[in-house]
């Protein structure tokens, strides 16, 4: 446990305005080095008539001062997530991410436009909503198996970190490689309505087996004060 965790909280509302006004209560509310916030793609390439340019409403979120991962989850052409990476970079995004299913060859590409920046790049290992039996359709072996090949595609191609389920991380055997785990789930949360997450831990679990940073989504979102809940997890992984 340490000082430099971190909590991303997750920015899952429907509309821009809503995720604006979660975030700058939070930065208003609570006062800590120790989260930020994750933006979804449907955040940032949101459609609607009334929706503010990517650039000029990530922009307002990074005003609030907080560190910014942006979630893009990219698996496209070389030049494609080059683009969107320098453009994260710009704007000053922390994490951007993509699928190490990409291949090699562009995560270097990807990595190396990030060179001289701030901004690290993630790859993916399995979604935590993934079963033992998702793993064995899509990748004819078992999730820890899936876990571990995905895992390795990302550090040997350059990435800086990789995105793991809680609950894996301690079969990767990692030390120097940073590590982010989503579907966290406290002790304490009990809205299990709506959850469509297979693969979860506690926050204390995730950063005890191995994760620096961690996203939190409804459990904050959902609490009846979500400055109180983030104030919550913060002090479990301290």
């Given at each position: ?101 990409a ?24 979604l ?46 990692l ?9 966290i789930?406290?002790s304490?949360f ?49």
């Amino acid at each position: 446990m340490g000082k430099n965790n971190l909590v991303y909280v997750a920015l899952d509302y429907d509309s821009q305005d809503q995720n604006l006004d979660f975030a700058r209560t939070l930065s208003h509310e609570v006062d800590s080095n120790q989260y930020g916030f994750k933006l979804n793609l449907d955040a940032v390439a949101n459609f609607s008539p009334s929706a503010l340019n990517p650039y000029y409403f990530v922009k307002q979120v990074i005003g609030l001062g907080k560190p910014v991962f942006v979630d893009m989850k990219m698996w496209n052409g070389g030049r494609t997530m080059e683009n969107v990476a320098k453009g994260c970079a710009d704007l000053g995004i922390n994490i951007v991410n993509m699928y190490p299913h990409a291949g090699g060859k562009f995560i270097g590409r990807v990595r190396n436009c990030l060179d001289g920046t701030d901004t690290k790049l993630f790859t993916l290992t399995v979604l935590t909503h993934y079963t033992e039996a998702d793993t064995q359709r899509l990748y004819s072996c078992s999730l820890n198996e899936a876990v571990r090949k995905l895992a390795r595609i990302g550090i040997e191609s350059g990435a800086d970190g990789i995105i793991v389920p809680g609950n894996q991380i301690g079969e990767l055997r990692l030390s120097a490689t940073e590590i982010l785990s989503p579907g966290i789930r406290p002790s304490w949360f009990e809205d299990k309505k709506d959850n469509d997450q297979e693969q979860t831990v506690t926050p204390y679990e995730a950063i005890n087996n191995g994760a620096r940073y961690i996203v939190v989504g409804s459990p904050i979102r959902k609490s009846s004060n979500p400055s109180k809940a983030l104030e919550r997890i913060i002090r479990e992984i301290s």
